[in-house]
C-alpha cells in the first residue's frame, strides 16, 4: 500500500536539494525593467506631492489606475507603495528610487488597538469610526453561570501580532507579448490572482493571463492576498511592453506583507469547584492594523470564527463574546498559519489554564472535567462543526506521558532548577472548499496528476503521486504530478486552511479511480470481453484473452478515440476537524531566564494519514513556529508608527540552536467523512505549541503570564 507510507519527498525535492529548483528572482528575461517601490515612511499621512527624477520611469499612484491598495491620497500604514520606478538593473533602480521627493503631512497615527477604540483620531480620514467589525456570539445562561459560580477568574490575554517571516519574501515577474500576460509570482493563490489581473486588467485589454508559481520558499498564509506590487508590475508590462521584475528587501517584506494574529480576549470565566467552565463572558478585540477594503474585510472572519471557536473541544453552554474589529496606522492583518483558530485555542486554554492555577487544580485534570467524550457529526452551540473525534480516549493514551513529564519535572527542582510542564488541546478546523484534479495516462504508460492546488513546501505532490500510486497499483516513481500553473488546468484553489491533501487528495483519489474505470472499459471492448472480468494489478490488465500494459491501453484508447483521462472536483462540506493534545516540560534558567524546551510531545488525530513522514514534518516546523510566538516574536511599532522590529537582527525567529526535538503520535482515532479518511494537519501542530509552551513556562515560573512573548525579562520580573 502506499497511503500511508513514509514516502520521501520525490517529486519536489530532487531538484531543490541538487540547487537547481528555480524561484522567482531566478527567472530573467532579455531586456527586463526591475521595479522598486516608493513606500510611505509615515504610518498615516496625506501625499501632498511626489517628484521624480527627471527622466526616470517613474510612476506616481495618481499617473496609475486605480489597483488594489496603492496610495493615492492618504498613507495608512508605514510600506505602503506610493509610487514606483523601472530601471535596467535592481541597483539603478533603488538609486532612482531613493531620488524620488514625497512630500507628506503627517496625520496623528493611530498605532495602539485601547486608543483606536476611543475614536479619538481616525485611522482613515473618511472613517466614521475605527470599529469597522462588531459581531456578538451568545449562547446559553451567561448570568446564571455566573451566579452559581465557586470562582470567577478575570484577565486579558493577547495573543500578539507576529510578523510570517517566510524564508522567501514576495516578488513577481510580469511579461505581456502583446496579447497574453503572463506573471510569475511567489504566492500560494495562482488563480486568485490571476482572476484578479483580469479583472484589473481587461480594460486595457488584457483578458488572456497566466499565472505560474515556481517554487516558493514558504507563506504560511501570508502569500494568498493579491498584493498592490502584482497588480502594479502586471499593468506596467503590459504599459511599456517590458518585461517587468520586482522582489521585496526583507525590510519592506516586513512592512508591506500581511500580519498575523493581533488578537486579544478581555474575559470573565465562571468555574465551579472541581474546574468545570460555567460560562465565558467578554470582548473579543482584532487590531485589522490598516483600514484597505480589498485586504481587512476578508480578515473579519478570523474574529467571528475566533469567538465561535472559543468553546474548544469542551462541554461550554454559556458563553457571551463581543467582536470588535478596529482599524489602526500598522500594516494589515491577514492569515497566518491557522488564521482565526490559533487565536481561538490560545483564549480557551489560557482561560482553562489561569482558571485550574486559580483553583489549586492540575492543568491535565480540567481538561478531563470539561472534555466532550466523543463527537460524530457535531454542531457545537456557536454554530462550528466537528465532523469526528474521541477527546476523552486521546486524554487516556497521553495522560501516561503527562504523568511521565510531572516526574521528570519533579526531580529537576529536587535539584534546584526552575522546570514546568505544560499541556494544550488544539482544537482546529481545516480542509475547506472544492479541488480539482485531472489524471491522464500518458503514452508512455506513465500517470500523469495534474492538481489545481498550489503547495509551497508541504509536499503535497509526493503525496498525490502515492494516492494515484495505490489505485494503480504502480511504483510512486511511475508518477508525474504538475501543479501551480493556471495552464494546467482552468479551475483551481489556493494552498490554505490545511486543505491541499484532504480536499485536493479526494479530487486526486476520485479521478484516479474513474480513469481506471475507463481504461478497464478500454481493454474489455478490445480484448471483446466484460470489464468486471479483467483483472487489474501491477499496472497491467490480465484476462485468459490476453493482457495489456498501461502503455498499450492508453494507445488502444487514443484508437478507440475515447481520451485516457479523468477530471474530478471533489467539494468538501463543511470541513474537517483534526484536534490533538501537545505536551512540553521546559527549565527556566534562574540566572538568565532563558527558556529551554526539553521534551515536546504531540499527541494528534488528523484520521488517515497518507504520508506520515511529510505529516511529521509538518508537526517539527508547525511546533517550533508555535513556540517561537510563545517566547521569541515581538512585532514592536513606535507611538509614531514605524516599524522598528524591521529586520531579522530586531525581530527573532528560531534557528537550528533553538530547534525542539519533537515527538509525533499520530492517533487516527476518529476518520473524515472525505474519500481518503484524512484530516488536515498543516496548521495545526503551530496552534497547539503556543499555549503549550506558554503554560509549561507558567508552571516553571509559579506566576500567570499575560503577555508573549514570554520573554527573559518578563520571566525573571
Ligand atoms: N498530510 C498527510 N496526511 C494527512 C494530512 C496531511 O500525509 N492526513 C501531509 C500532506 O501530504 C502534506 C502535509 O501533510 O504534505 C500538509 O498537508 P495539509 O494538512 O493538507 O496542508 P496543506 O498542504 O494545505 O498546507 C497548507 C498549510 C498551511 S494552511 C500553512 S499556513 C502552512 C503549512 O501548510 N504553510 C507552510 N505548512 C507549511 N509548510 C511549509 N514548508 N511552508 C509553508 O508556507
Ligand atoms: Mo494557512
Not at 513 to 538: A, C, F, H, Q, S
Amino acid at each position: 500500500r502506499e497511503i500511508g507510507r513514509p514516502v520521501k519527498r520525490i517529486i519536489e525535492d530532487p531538484s531543490l536539494i541538487t540547487g537547481k529548483g528555480r524561484f522567482v528572482y531566478d527567472i530573467d528575461f532579455k531586456g527586463t525593467l526591475y521595479a522598486v517601490f516608493i513606500r510611505s515612511q509615515y504610518a498615516h499621512a496625506k501625499i501632498k506631492s511626489i517628484r521624480c527624477p527627471e527622466d526616470a520611469l517613474c510612476y506616481t499612484a495618481k499617473d496609475l489606475p486605480d489597483l488594489i491598495g496603492l496610495a493615492k491620497e492618504e498613507a495608512l500604514y508605514q510600506g505602503q507603495p506610493l509610487a514606483v520606478v523601472l530601471a535596467e538593473d535592481e541597483y539603478k533602480a533603488r538609486d532612482l528610487a531613493e531620488q524620488v521627493e514625497v512630500e507628506y503631512e503627517p496625520l496623528p497615527a493611530v498605532i495602539d488597538v485601547e486608543e483606536a477604540l476611543k475614536n479619538v483620531n481616525k485611522a482613515k480620514s473618511d472613517l466614521s469610526s475605527n470599529i469597522v467589525l462588531e459581531d456578538n456570539v451568545e449562547i446559553g445562561d451567561v448570568d446564571s453561570a455566573f451566579k452559581n459560580a465557586y470562582k470567577v477568574v478575570e484577565a486579558e490575554v493577547i495573543n500578539q501580532r507576529v510578523i510570517p517571516s517566510a524564508m522567501e519574501p514576495r516578488g513577481a515577474v510580469a511579461y505581456f507579448d502583446g496579447r497574453r500576460l503572463t506573471v510569475w509570482s511567489s504566492t500560494q493563490n495562482v488563480f486568485g490572482l490571476k482572476d484578479t489581473l483580469i479583472q484589473l486588467l481587461s480594460k486595457y485589454g488584457v483578458n488572456d493571463v497566466r499565472v505560474v508559481q515556481p517554487f516558493v520558499g514558504g507563506a504560511f498564509g501570508s502569500k494568498i492576498y493579491i498584493y498592490p506590487e502584482e497588480a502594479l508590475i502586471s499593468y506596467l508590462a503590459v504599459l511599456t511592453g517590458k518585461p517587468i521584475k520586482w522582489f521585496n528587501t526583507r525590510t519592506e517584506e516586513f512592512m508591506s506583507t500581511n500580519h498575523g494574529r493581533d488578537m486579544r480576549l478581555k474575559f470573565k470565566a465562571a468555574f465551579d469547584k472541581e474546574g468545570k467552565l460555567l460560562g465565558i463572558e467578554g470582548t473579543l478585540i482584532m487590531d485589522l492594523g490598516a483600514p484597505i477594503r480589498e485586504i481587512y474585510e476578508d480578515s473579519f472572519g478570523m474574529a467571528t470564527t475566533a469567538a465561535r471557536l472559543l468553546v474548544g473541544r469542551y462541554k461550554v453552554n454559556a458563553l457571551k463574546v463581543k467582536v470588535l474589529g478596529v482599524a489602526t496606522n500598522k500594516t494589515f492583518i491577514g492569515p497566518y498559519r491557522g488564521a482565526g483558530r490559533p487565536e481561538a485555542t490560545y483564549f480557551v486554554e489560557r482561560i482553562l489554564n489561569l482558571g485550574a492555577r486559580a483553583l489549586g487544580v492540575d492543568q491535565f485534570e480540567i481538561r478531563e472535567v470539561n472534555i466532550i467524550d466523543e463527537v460524530s457529526h457535531y454542531n457545537t452551540p456557536t454554530g462550528m462543526y466537528y465532523d469526528s473525534g474521541k477527546y476523552r480516549e486521546t486524554l487516556k493514551i497521553a495522560k501516561p506521558f503527562y504523568h511521565e513529564l510531572l516526574r521528570k519535572r519533579d526531580e529537576l527542582r529536587a535539584k534546584g532548577k526552575l522546570a514546568g510542564v505544560g499541556v494544550a488541546i488544539v482544537s482546529e478546523i481545516a480542509s475547506f472548499g472544492t479541488g480539482t484534479a485531472r489524471v491522464q495516462l500518458t503514452p508512455n504508460g506513465r500517470i500523469q496528476v495534474v492538481s489545481g492546488f498550489t503547495p509551497h513546501g508541504q509536499g503535497d505532490a509526493t503525496a498525490f503521486a502515492q494516492i494515484a500510486a495505490e489505485v494503480f497499483d504502480v511504483d510512486v516513481s511511475q508518477i508525474d504530478v504538475l501543479w501551480g500553473d493556471t495552464d494546467l488546468i482552468s479551475h483551481g484553489s489556493l494552498t490554505g486552511g490545511s486543505t491541499t491533501l484532504t480536499v485536493g487528495g479526494s479530487a486526486v483519489y476520485e479521478a484516479s479511480i474513474r480513469l481506471k474505470e475507463k481504461l478497464l472499459r478500454v481493454v474489455g471492448e478490445k480484448l471483446g470481453v466484460r470489464p468486471e472480468e479483467i483483472e487489474y494489478r501491477n499496472g497491467k490488465f490480465y484476462h485468459k484473452k490476453g493482457e495489456m500494459s498501461l502503455a498499450d491501453t492508453a494507445r488502444e484508447a487514443l484508437r478507440m478515440g475515447v481520451y485516457p483521462e479523468e477530471e474530478y472536483s471533489y467539494t468538501i462540506r463543511p470541513y474537517t476537524s483534526p484536534y490533538g493534545i501537545h505536551i512540553a516540560l521546559v527549565e527556566v534558567d534562574r540566572e538568565t531566564g532563558f527558556v529551554k524546551v526539553l521534551e515536546y510531545k504531540a499527541f494528534d488525530d488528523v484520521g488517515v494519514v497518507v504520508n506520515p513522514l511529510l505529516a511529521e514534518g509538518q508537526v517539527h516546523g508547525g511546533a517550533l513556529q508555535g513556540i517561537s510566538q510563545a517566547l521569541y516574536e515581538e512585532t514592536v511599532y513606535s507611538t509614531e508608527g514605524s516599524l522598528i522590529t524591521s529586520n531579522f537582527s530586531d525581530y527573532v525567529i528560531p534557528t537550528a540552536m533553538e530547534a525542539v526535538k519533537v515527538e509525533w503520535k499520530s492517533l487516527a482515532l476518529a476518520k473524515s467523512d472525505t474519500p481518503l479518511g484524512s484530516k488536515g494537519i498543516g496548521e495545526l501542530p503551530a496552534i497547539a505549541a503556543t499555549p503549550t509552551i506558554l503554560h509549561a513556562v507558567e508552571d516553571a515560573i509559579g506566576k500567570n503570564i499575560y503577555i508573549m512573548p514570554t520573554k527573559p525579562e518578563l520571566i525573571l520580573k
